[in-house]
Structures are given as C-alpha cells and as structure tokens.
C-alpha cells in the first residue's frame, strides 16, 4: 500500500547530504562555459551577471539564463547517474492489439478498456460539448479529434503542422490550441471536424525555449485562460518571462501573470467548492534519487511565489540558488507527489459514477520518472484533500504501467466524461484509456 | 550527389510496388547512397551501419511525417507503412559499423574533441564509447561532414530532432566547437 504524508519526515537528514552536495555542485558550476551570455533567445534585460553569481535578493529577472539541457548538473564520473537520461517515446502508436490493456490495474470494481488508439504521442485531453474529445501531442505536429457518434468512436486528425501543440481546452464550442510559443483558437470546431479551419492565433508574446517550452492550457471558473510558461531549464534563474502561470482573455487581451516560481507545471484545475486552482510541478533533476518530490500546489492568491528554483518542496533551500534564501519566503506545496514522478495532468473528480469516496479528489496523471534509477511514477494516483484543502492522501488508482523498471506506456492527462468516467491518455502508446465503475458497459451507450 | 539521388528515387518507386521483395533487395537504393557496407561514401549523407534501430525508427517516421525536412528522403519514405520503417531499421542496426579513418588525428584537435565531448556530456546519452543507445544515435566514426552539418542544424534549430534536448545541448558551444568535435567525433578509436 502506497501512502505519502504531505511532510517529508528527513529534512534534518536531508542537511547533511546537502552539503555534500553542494561541494560538486560549486565545482561543476565553475566547469560550465560563460557562453550563456550569447543565447539568442535571452532578452537583452537578462544578460547580466555571470552565470556563477548569486542573484541579487528578490530580483530574479535579471540573471543569464544557462542553457538548458537535461543533463546539466548531473553528477560527474557517477556510473548509476550515467545511466539516466530522458526517455523518448516510440513514434509509431501501438495497433490496438499491442496496447497494455490487459497488464493494467484499477481498484476493486473498476474496469478499463481502450477507448481510442493510433493517436501518436496522445497527450493533452479536453471535452467538447458534442462529445468530442480533444487531444495534444508534443513530439508530432497533431491535434487529433476522438469523435463518438452513435456508438462508434473515429480519430480524427483536427490540426497538423503544429510545432509541440501540447495543450488543448474547449469553452462555447472553442478549441483553443498551446504550442510551444502561441496559443491559438478553432471556433465552432464541432461543427467542422471534417473540414476545420486553420487555428487562428489569440496570444504570441511567449518564449521560444524548448525546455520545458510546452504547455497546458486551461479554462478557469472565472472564464479565463490560463497558461503556463515553464523554468528554461532543468536548475536555472527565471526571468520575467519564465517560470510562470499567467491568465487571459478568450482573445488574448489582459494578459496578466498570476504567480511565480512556478517551474512546470503540465496540468492543473480548480477545486469544485473552493474554486481554488491546484497544480502538479515538476521538480528539479540531479540533486539525488529522493529529493525533491514533485509538487500538488494551491493559488490562494495572485502574486504568489511558489519557489523555483530558490526553494525546493517547500522545505530544503537549492544548493546552488538557495543561498540567503528562506523556504520561508515562498508558498509552500499542500502535497508531495513522489521524486521525479513527472506529475503532469490532474482534474478533480465531479462525477456520480465512482464511488462516493472520489467526490472532489485529486485524481492525477503521474507520467513517470527518468532522473531516478529506480522508477517512480507511470501511474495515475487519486489525491484526498483534508478539510482545509492540504492533500491528506494519495494512494494508486491506475498501475501496471511500470513493468521490470521499464514502461510500457505513461499516463500524461486525465479527463472526466459528462457520464462520471475517465480517460487516461498514454503518449508512449498513442491511446486513451477509459475507466468506469460497476458493471462493464459498452463505452459506446456513454 | 544529385544524379545519384534520381537514381535512386527511381530505383525507390519500383522497389516499393513490390513488397514481397526481400530486404537486402528493397534496402538497395539507401544504400547506394548510404554506403553498402554500413559506411557512407557520400558527401554530408550518413553512414547508417549499426546505428541504434529505435533511433532510425524515430528518423524515418519523422522523414515520412515530414516532422524533419530533407526532400529526397521525405520523398524515398513517404509511401513506407509503420511495418516498412521497422523493418528497415532493424536492418540497418545488423550492419556493420563504419570505422575510423586509417590516419591518426591531429593530436591537438583531437585532445580539444574529447575534451569538448566530456564537458559536454555527449556520453551520458551517447554512451561512453559514443555508440548510442536506444532512442539517441550512435555518432561515433560517423562522417565528420555529416556530424558537423547535423551539429550546427541543432544549434540554429533548423533540425529540431524528436524532443529537443540536442538544441538545448547545443546552445553554448561555438562553430569552432563543432569543428573540433566533429573531427574527434569521426576519428574516434
């Protein structure tokens, strides 16, 4: 049985090995090139001190941006880090034969079918009015469309020729459209699946970083739109235009940044009864095997920091950005999703089909862990909330993704149907899953 | 080169109208550019002998999805079904790899190669040896044409590469860099 306290219980250990961390932290840092400096997409604003330099207290705009690549700070002449580095995806989607359906495991009286496949990297969900499902992709150019009429379900390709469309959100009978550095807009997009438009762009002024460059998007209860812009890096200073959620207009107008600190987030929602939004972060690589777990945040307020990369977890201060710093300073997480588990889509359950335990819980996406040599992750995890709105629980609710410390396919997003089930999206597999409660039922009659 | 590719995409289009065909028949017109013998003897082409198969999976169906720009191969695998593209790679990983110049390298720019190579961290997806694995390329004694060419698409992001990570590692070094990397890189024993 799986079950995480929302503290960590090791912080006094946690000291000790920092400042053996911090050691080869400092020499590694001297070993990089000052190149950075000449990065194209650094704005002139942010080409100040050296890379090396302790930012100034409270001004994170200023600082270069190192590069951004996974690897740095990994570790040197460590044969077990070696082994680590990020994990791509098949291109080619499994045939629906070949999906891992059968290995998958769901709670007592649950069930699980294929609900769509042959979807390349499926990634991002979102539901239309009609019944349409919508589905980003991050390493293709595709929007694809799961149409379901009368029973049948076809996959329709929406968009191509889009560069990471991760993030996709519907609103009155709008798709909009996140790719790596514009968001764009399908009006009436139901009514012209087989013949949809070109998206129209709604908001451009966005970073070109690949690095955790693409994005979620969605829809708050105040009808706005929300989008992220993630850290350009795995441990790296943000300027004014990273590390971020911002909020919009359906058409782009009154762009405004909400909180920061934030260094990426790949889903989030908002609570039914409070309205607050909650999001999963992601935290840094390289530090160790444990530390830091990825995050389940609260906005309770615009202007919030939530610590990136100064503060880590809430509760260790950053070997190497940490310095004159206080966890203090910034907005601590209301849960721990486990180290490197890549906590990415998360929605809150509102349906009448699970039972009754589900109302109002997390329910999250956990795509699984790269950084870590042990795997953590490849799973989706329901997150109980206590009464005061911190998680005071999470325990399995979709396994079988992990096998022999390999995946066999990773969960990215989850979506709850108007009928109470769930789709999980598999971008290692190119297929949505579908999960409901009771008595298997024909996915067709939903 | 370009007379060689007419050639080859003729040969292409007769090839795939017969699949019943064997392999070492269908594979033919890649390798009269790619080298017989898993070496290229063609300028800024590739050698492909033992090159990582996942790898050339995720190349070939960025070329016939036309993820990744190049026209003759966008036009030699457009008409490949999933089934094809594996076929092809795991071909090609049973091939043998291409070998090192017979002529040491410079020692100066050899030592600047690995030293970039360490700083770099080429080897911690590459593999100490530079032979690959899985998803990320074997590089090493690829053509030193070829890896210069491909490092400095990286670098400007005209090849954007499956996820990425190559334009992030990219971002720091200099065209002088590259020049020396790819030297080593090529020579690699």
């Not at chain 1, 799986?2 to 000790?16: F, H, I, Q, T």
């Not at chain 2, 191969?73 to 017979?102: V, Y």
Request: net charge neutral.
């Amino acid at each position: 049985m799986m079950s995480y306290l929302s503290v960590p219980r090791s912080v006094l250990l946690s000291g000790a090995f920092l400042s053996a961390f911090v050691l080869s932290a400092a020499a590694q840092q001297s070993a990089e090139p000052p190149a950075a400096a000449q990065q194209s997409t650094t704005p002139p604003a942010a080409q100040a001190p050296a890379a090396g330099a302790p930012p100034p207290a409270g001004t994170a705009a200023s600082p270069t941006l190192p590069p951004g690549s996974p690897l740095i700070g990994r570790p040197a002449g460590n044969d077990a880090a070696a082994k680590l580095a990020p994990i791509a995806p098949p291109p080619i989607p499994a045939a629906p034969d070949k999906l891992p359906t059968a290995k998958l495991k769901v709670p007592a009286g649950f069930n699980i079918e294929v609900y769509a496949a042959g979807m390349a990297n499926a990634r991002s969900l979102a539901l239309g009015d009609k019944g349409t499902v919508f589905v980003g992709s991050r390493l293709v150019d595709k929007v694809y469309a799961i149409v379901n009429k009368d029973g049948k379900r076809e996959v329709k390709v929406l968009a191509s020729g889009l560069y990471r469309p991760n993030g996709v959100a519907f609103k009155d009978g709008t798709l909009y459209i996140a790719e790596l550095s514009k968001i764009s807009k399908i009006e009436k997009v139901e009514d012209n699946l087989d013949n949809p438009p070109k998206p129209t762009v709604i908001f451009d002024k966005l970073p070109k970083d690949e690095a955790h460059g693409w994005k979620f998007i969605a829809i708050g209860p105040d009808n706005k739109l929300y989008a992220p812009v993630g850290q350009p890096g795995n441990n790296v200073l943000n300027d004014d235009e990273h590390g971020l959620i911002r909020r919009m207009n359906f058409d782009g107008s009154d762009a405004e940044v909400i909180v920061r600190g934030v260094r990426h987030t790949v889903g989030f929602d908002w609570h039914p009864e409070t309205k607050q939004l909650y999001f999963t972060d992601n935290g840094r690589d390289w530090m160790s095997e444990d530390v830091p777990e990825d995050e389940l945040n609260r906005i309770t307020k615009v202007g919030e920091h939530f610590g990136a990369p100064f503060c880590l977890q809430g509760n260790i201060v950053d070997p190497e950005f940490g310095w004159g710093k206080s966890c203090s300073e910034y907005t601590a997480p209301v849960g721990l999703l486990g180290p490197h588990s890549a906590a990415l889509g998360m929605r809150f359950y509102t349906g009448n089909m699970f039972p009754k335990a589900y109302k109002n819980a997390a329910i999250i996406a956990r795509h699984g862990s790269w950084n870590r040599s042990r795997k953590v992750g490849g799973d989706v995890v329901v997150a109980k909330l206590n009464k005061d709105g911190t998680m005071k629980s999470m325990e399995p609710f979709l396994t079988g993704f992990l096998e022999d410390n390999k995946y066999i396919g990773r969960p990215v997003d989850v979506l709850q149907m108007k009928d109470g089930s769930l789709l999980v999206s598999d971008d290692y597999n190119g297929a949505v899953y579908r999960i409901t409660y009771g008595k298997p039922k024909t996915a067709g009659k939903s | 080169m370009r007379y060689t590719f007419v050639a080859a995409l003729a040969f292409a289009s007769i090839s795939f109208s017969a699949n019943a065909e064997p392999i070492e028949q269908r594979i033919a017109p890649c390798l009269a550019c790619h080298g017989e013998k898993g070496q290229s003897e063609t300028e800024n082409t590739p050698s492909l002998g033992g090159q990582q198969a996942p790898y050339t999976l995720i190349q070939l169906f960025m070329f016939r999805e036309k993820l990744r720009v190049f026209e003759p191969m966008n036009e030699m695998t457009k008409a490949l079904t999933d089934d094809d593209l594996r076929l092809f790679s795991d071909f090609i990983a049973k091939m043998p790899k291409p070998e090192p110049p017979g002529e040491n390298g410079d020692p100066a720019r050899m030592q600047r190669g690995q030293a970039l190579v360490r700083q770099h961290r080429c080897d911690s997806c590459h593999n100490g040896d530079l032979s690959g694995k899985e998803n990320v390329p074997r590089i090493a004694n690829q053509r030193e044409d070829y890896l210069a060419k491909t490092l400095g698409e990286y670098k400007d992001n005209s090849r954007h590469g499956y996820d990425a990570s190559m334009a992030d590692v990219m971002a720091p070094i200099s065209p002088e860099q590259i020049a020396d990397l790819a030297y080593y890189i090529a020579r690699l024993r």
